[in-house]
């Protein structure tokens, strides 16, 4: 469908991509990795036509519908819905076509134009749209309100459901989650997978990645190679391409034995628990991700803060919120040194708010908010990020914005600083506003770094930072001594950082039992209830056996049901075996030496089909736990 001929590829005088072969096929749906201004964009940007080939082919069929969305911030009066409904090209130029048939009184071509109205599916259109504004996050009223009253993360999340509606043959996504909340990254993956059409996604999110595509398009030092299978899978590939260096390695096995000293040191303490199990899962991990970054401009880490005091801060009963607003009531919450918190909730719940009132930047309405003395709060939101002056420098915001402690550093001092989050040399002195988004984000954390905090605050931290800065910073938290409160939809980072969550929801703060697959669960029981909250019709008169038969009919159709459920564990098993199996023998480098590379592009192949097939067995196992469970409730 797509192809590239040994394509070459430059933004002004740089070559981003030499030598590029290869195809992709109707209805893949393909992820493209690589480093922050590796040429990712620049892909996605010739696909849609807005760059050529400067040397080499690039080929697609006539007539391919190509969507994407817009990287400009729509203003308008226009009314939500009406926003969205105009991505169907198709449907609206049908509707105008009804029209002007109407005013020519043309009855025969008006008859057939509504004929294809209906084809296109116009006369649900509107709930469709209204559907996917609701996956993500905005609320009921909010369809009927103008583009122009919605924030600049809205309006981006507006025009994505846009890009959405469009009737694509290719559908072209750059880094989409960046403004979205973890549940609206749900209801998007869930999309996604369910997507007909080709799909072209750039993204930094490890998970997000590993549950949509089947391929992945790696962009680094000037090249442009395909690889069958998931991130994941990718990333065993390339491991075993590439050869390690003892560095690199040297790095892996002092990360273990930090880790694994923590684990063994606290392994009995009760009040340790959820610490080191996080520290356990994430060695388990490591070998499958940390062993496979490559060289990084990256090396830092927090410093241990000047005091700890207990607690750090204290919410009782707090109230807060805007104005005549309320947006939380009765907030009782005690953070100290050590504590790991993740913030679950829909967009426009609070968790923000809460951040803010921890903060201090919000006052509390009722109830008490107890800060210690000694604390030192680091709060990393969108709003650092424009609060850095884009005539600038960044080793002028560094000293403007570091504190008293970078007020006493030599220049030399703070130029070592920026140099561990990848500034170096004449880059300290380059205006901020030239920076890219996830240059500027590594600023805002050298800043907050700088700072020496007890506390941490992080809203949507990992927005446009690439997996070696996601992986640095995740590597950091984990050696913190202060208090990390997060609020993100990057699930590694969620995974990796915390040890317990809490529901922001109703205008309650309230205890999470349980984990990110419990939160998705719950999500997905809440969308069910909303698709079939409908009036209950009235009851009628049945007879007791009337009412047996009936339960026995039930008895009999969920039989199969969990029989095919058993079938589904012992399929999961064989092939979870045989994945592990296949990663064990991709991830050994004496396989490569052994083996053709006819067996190894068989074996690579086997693995992506493998994590395919198990991703469809266990949406069935989900689907029929489910099926099973509401009919277990209803009886």
Same mark, same amino acid.
């Given at each position: 469908?797509?192809?590239?001929?040994?394509?070459?590829?430059?933004?002004?005088?740089?070559?981003?991509?030499?030598?590029?072969?290869?195809?992709?096929?109707?209805?893949?749906?393909?992820?493209?990795?690589?480093?922050?201004?590796?040429?990712?964009?620049?892909?996605?940007?010739?696909?849609?036509?807005?760059?050529?080939?400067?040397?080499?082919?690039?080929?697609?069929?006539?007539?391919?519908?190509?969507?994407?969305?817009?990287?400009?911030?729509?203003?308008?009066?226009?009314?939500?819905?009406? /926003?969205?409904?105009?991505?169907?090209?198709?449907?609206?130029?049908?509707?105008? @076509?009804?029209?002007?048939?109407?005013?020519?009184?043309?009855?025969?071509?008006?008859?057939?134009?509504?004929?294809? &109205?209906?084809?296109?599916?116009?006369?649900?259109?509107?709930?469709?749209?209204?559907?996917?504004?609701?996956?993500?996050?905005?609320?009921?009223?909010?369809?009927?309100?103008?583009?122009?009253?919605?924030?600049?993360?809205?309006?981006?999340?507006?025009?994505?459901?846009?890009?959405?509606?469009?009737?694509?043959?290719?559908?072209?996504?750059?880094?989409?989650?960046?403004?979205?909340?973890?549940?609206?990254?749900?209801?998007?993956?869930?999309?996604?997978?369910?997507?007909?059409?080709?799909?072209?996604?750039?993204?930094?999110?490890?998970?997000?990645?590993?549950?949509?595509?089947?391929?992945?398009?790696?962009?680094?030092?000037?090249?442009?190679?395909?690889?069958?299978?998931?991130?994941?899978?990718?990333?065993? +590939? &390339?491991?075993?391409?590439?050869?390690?260096?003892?560095?690199?390695?040297?790095?892996?096995?002092?990360?273990?034995?930090?880790? +694994?000293?923590?684990?063994?040191?606290?392994?009995?303490? !009760?009040?340790?628990?959820? +610490?080191?199990?996080?520290?356990?899962?994430?060695?388990?991990?490591?070998?499958?991700?940390?062993?496979?970054?490559?060289?990084?401009?990256?090396?830092?880490? /927090?410093?241990?803060?000047?005091?700890?005091?207990?607690?750090?801060?204290?919410?009782?009963?707090?109230?807060?919120?805007?104005?005549?607003?309320?947006?939380?009531?009765?907030?009782?919450?005690?953070?100290?040194?050590?504590?790991?918190?993740?913030?679950?909730?829909?967009?426009?719940?609070?968790?923000?708010?809460?951040?803010?009132?921890?903060?201090?930047?919000?006052?509390?309405?009722?109830?008490?908010?107890?800060?210690?003395?000694?604390?030192?709060?680091?709060?990393?939101?969108?709003?650092?990020?424009?609060?850095?002056?884009?005539?600038?420098?960044?080793?002028?915001?560094?000293?403007?914005?570091?504190?008293?402690?970078?007020?006493?550093?030599?220049?030399?001092?703070?130029?070592?600083?920026?140099?561990?989050?990848?500034?170096?040399?004449?880059?300290?002195?380059?205006?901020?506003?030239?920076?890219?988004?996830?240059?500027?984000?590594?600023?805002?954390?050298?800043?907050?770094?700088?700072?020496?905090?007890?506390?941490?605050?992080?809203?949507?931290?990992?927005?446009?930072?690439?997996?070696?800065?996601?992986?640095?910073?995740?590597?950091?938290?984990?050696?913190?001594?202060?208090?990390?409160?997060?609020?993100?939809?990057?699930?590694?980072?969620?995974?990796?950082?915390?040890?317990?969550?809490?529901?922001?929801?109703?205008?309650?703060?309230?205890?999470?039992?349980?984990?990110?697959?419990?939160?998705?669960?719950?999500?997905?029981?809440?969308?069910?209830?909303?698709?079939?909250?409908?009036?209950?019709?009235?009851?009628?008169?049945?007879?007791?056996?009337?009412?047996?038969?009936?339960?026995?009919?039930?008895?009999?159709?969920?039989?199969?049901?969990?029989?095919?459920?058993?079938?589904?564990?012992?399929?999961?098993?064989?092939?979870?075996?045989?994945?592990?199996?296949?990663?064990?023998?991709?991830?050994?480098?004496?396989?490569? !030496?052994?083996?053709?590379?006819?067996?190894?592009?068989?074996?690579? @192949?086997?693995?992506?089909?493998?994590?395919?097939?198990?991703?469809?067995?266990?949406?069935?196992?989900?689907?029929?736990?489910?099926?099973?469970?509401?009919?277990?409730?209803?009886?």
């Amino acid at each position: 469908m797509l192809n590239l001929r040994n394509l070459r590829l430059r933004r002004g005088p740089r070559i981003l991509i030499e030598s590029a072969s290869f195809g992709i096929f109707r209805g893949d749906k393909v992820g493209i990795v690589g480093r922050n201004g590796s040429g990712k964009s620049s892909l996605l940007a010739l696909v849609r036509g807005e760059l050529s080939a400067d040397a080499g082919e690039y080929e697609s069929p006539a007539g391919l519908r190509i969507s994407w969305v817009a990287q400009e911030l729509p203003h308008s009066t226009q009314p939500l819905i009406e /926003f969205v409904l105009d991505g169907d090209l198709e449907l609206r130029a049908t509707e105008q @076509a009804i029209a002007a048939a109407a005013t020519a009184h043309d009855g025969e071509r008006e008859s057939a134009l509504h004929a294809e &109205y209906e084809r296109l599916g116009g006369y649900g259109a509107r709930s469709r749209a209204a559907s996917m504004l609701d996956g993500l996050g905005f609320a009921p009223p909010d369809i009927a309100r103008p583009i122009e009253a919605f924030s600049g993360g809205l309006r981006m999340r507006a025009s994505l459901a846009r890009a959405l509606m469009r009737r694509a043959d290719v559908l072209l996504l750059d880094e989409p989650t960046n403004h979205l909340d973890l549940d609206a990254l749900l209801w998007l993956e869930g999309w996604l997978r369910a997507f007909p059409g080709t799909l072209l996604l750039v993204s930094h999110d490890r998970e997000f990645l590993d549950s949509i595509v089947g391929r992945i398009v790696h962009i680094g030092a000037g090249q442009a190679r395909i690889y069958e299978g998931n991130y994941s899978s990718f990333e065993l +590939q &390339y491991a075993a391409e590439r050869e390690r260096s003892e560095a690199l390695a040297e790095r892996q096995r002092a990360e273990v034995q930090h880790l +694994q000293r923590f684990v063994d040191r606290f392994r009995a303490q !009760a009040s340790k628990a959820r +610490q080191v199990q996080s520290r356990i899962k994430w060695l388990a991990r490591l070998g499958h991700i940390a062993a496979l970054q490559e060289a990084t401009d990256f090396s830092w880490e /927090f410093e241990i803060p000047a005091k700890l005091p207990r607690p750090l801060v204290a919410l009782q009963e707090v109230s807060a919120g805007y104005g005549d607003r309320p947006v939380l009531e009765g907030v009782s919450l005690t953070l100290g040194p050590g504590d790991r918190l993740g913030i679950l909730g829909h967009n426009g719940a609070g968790k923000s708010t809460l951040m803010k009132v921890l903060a201090g930047g919000l006052e509390a309405r009722a109830g008490t908010v107890e800060r210690a003395p000694d604390l030192a709060v680091g709060f990393f939101a969108q709003l650092e990020l424009e609060q850095l002056g884009a005539a600038d420098s960044a080793l002028y915001e560094l000293t403007r914005q570091g504190g008293a402690r970078v007020a006493g550093w030599t220049e030399q001092q703070r130029r070592d600083h920026l140099g561990r989050f990848g500034f170096r040399s004449e880059r300290v002195f380059e205006p901020t506003g030239r920076f890219s988004g996830g240059e500027r984000a590594r600023l805002a954390l050298a800043i907050l770094v700088a700072r020496r905090p007890n506390l941490l605050l992080l809203d949507e931290p990992t927005n446009h930072l690439d997996f070696e800065m996601r992986h640095a910073l995740l590597l950091a938290l984990q050696e913190f001594g202060g208090a990390v409160v997060v609020v993100s939809h990057d699930r590694a980072l969620l995974r990796g950082a915390c040890d317990a969550f809490v529901l922001v929801h109703d205008h309650r703060v309230e205890p999470f039992d349980g984990d990110l697959e419990d939160y998705a669960a719950l999500l997905a029981r809440r969308a069910r209830v909303r698709s079939t909250d409908a009036p209950a019709a009235p009851a009628t008169a049945t007879t007791r056996r009337e009412e047996r038969r009936r339960a026995a009919e039930a008895r009999n159709r969920l039989t199969p049901l969990r029989a095919e459920l058993r079938e589904l564990e012992g399929r999961l098993a064989a092939l979870g075996a045989r994945r592990t199996t296949l990663e064990q023998e991709l991830a050994d480098p004496a396989f490569y !030496a052994v083996h053709p590379p006819e067996t190894q592009r068989v074996r690579a @192949a086997e693995h992506a089909g493998l994590a395919r097939e198990i991703g469809q067995v266990e949406e069935r196992w989900i689907e029929l736990s489910m099926t099973l469970e509401d009919a277990a409730a209803s009886s």
